[in-house]
């Protein structure tokens, strides 16, 4: 299904708009529509006129892991290229990414559908079942969860503005923030019982539900940047290793290797930055 955007002025929507303009105005905006790709692409662009490096490589990254799930191939293709023309990057770094994120998707389904799997060993000693769990990255991710179905409106104004899905790992944590997201965007709040109603035949994301609880003597905006600072820091590092790889594997282009070292380089300085802010942030 293919999505399209149409951007109304500020302060518009439909109704106001044709009331204001009436509806052969409205039809003629509706001609300039454009796919929520080439929206976001654009968008980008003019919302960030001077983006620095990692700005670009971080929505990269979120386009791509987009064009994951699409079906149409050519179109992805065709977004491929356009991207890389936008970014004026080459567009086979651009491939050889998005072929890495779907062999993660697919180790990541395979690992889910083995959670219910018995897994025999050999050590008797040992009795643990379905995939490894990064333990502070799925504590934190959890975190937020908890946090924003608090609904304290401070902390979810903060967590809203300091996170993105792709910070989340663990798929059904993501898919959890972001119903979590569109209620609060829709509604302004997030009731547990209605994300229990959407997910009534999903038992794994109702389990990780009954888990995300929030301890009362917290701290809760401590524990929101902790939780931040986990999300982003991890984010960076596990984006730093498969720059780290594909360095290993690239052999032929100089021009490859030079993109990679820089990026390389600008991720170090954004995790030594988010560091610095954290550590400075817990003496406030």
């Known amino acids: ?18 009331s204001q303009n009436g509806i052969k105005r409205f039809r003629e905006l509706l001609n300039q529509q454009t796919l929520a790709m080439d ?6 662009f003019k919302d960030n006129p001077s983006a620095s490096m990692t700005e670009k490589d971080s929505f990269i990254e979120e386009a791509l892991d987009q064009l994951v ?4 191939q050519i179109k992805v293709g065709l977004y491929v290229h ?21 062999k993660q998707r697919r180790r990541w389904n ?14 008797k000693k040992s009795d643990k079942t379905g995939p490894l769990i990064h333990t502070g990255q799925y504590k934190a991710e959890l975190g937020v969860i908890a946090l924003l179905l608090d609904n304290e409106k401070s902390i979810v104004n903060y967590l809203l503005e300091n996170t993105h899905q792709n ?12 119903f979590i997201v569109h209620e609060q965007e829709d509604k302004g709040s997030a009731d547990v019982g209605d994300i229990l109603d959407a ?45 780290s790889e594909l360095l290993k594997e690239e052999v032929a282009s100089a021009d490859s290797i030079l993109h990679y070292n820089q990026q390389l380089q600008e991720i170090r300085k954004s995790i030594n930055l988010l560091v610095r802010e954290h550590q400075y942030s817990k003496k406030l």
């Open 1 to 18: 299904l293919d999505a399209y955007i149409c951007a109304l002025p500020a302060g518009e929507d439909p109704d106001s708009f044709v």
């Open 39 to 44: 929206f976001r692409i654009e968008k980008f």
């Open 69 to 72: 799930d699409y079906k149409n």
């Open 82 to 102: 356009h991207l890389a023309e936008r970014m004026q990057i080459h567009e086979q770094l651009l491939i050889d990414q998005l072929n890495r994120l779907r």
């Open 110 to 123: 395979k690992s889910q559908s083995s959670v219910t799997q018995p897994v025999k060993s050999k050590n």
């Open 167 to 178: 910070l989340f790992e663990n798929q059904l944590l993501r898919e959890i923030y972001d």
């Open 199 to 243: 997910f009534n035949d999903k038992h794994d994301i109702q389990a990780l539900l009954s888990k995300a609880v929030i301890d009362d003597s917290f701290d809760h905006q401590k524990y929101a940047r902790d939780c931040i600072f986990q999300l982003k820091k991890w984010r960076l590092e596990t984006r730093a290793k498969e720059i």
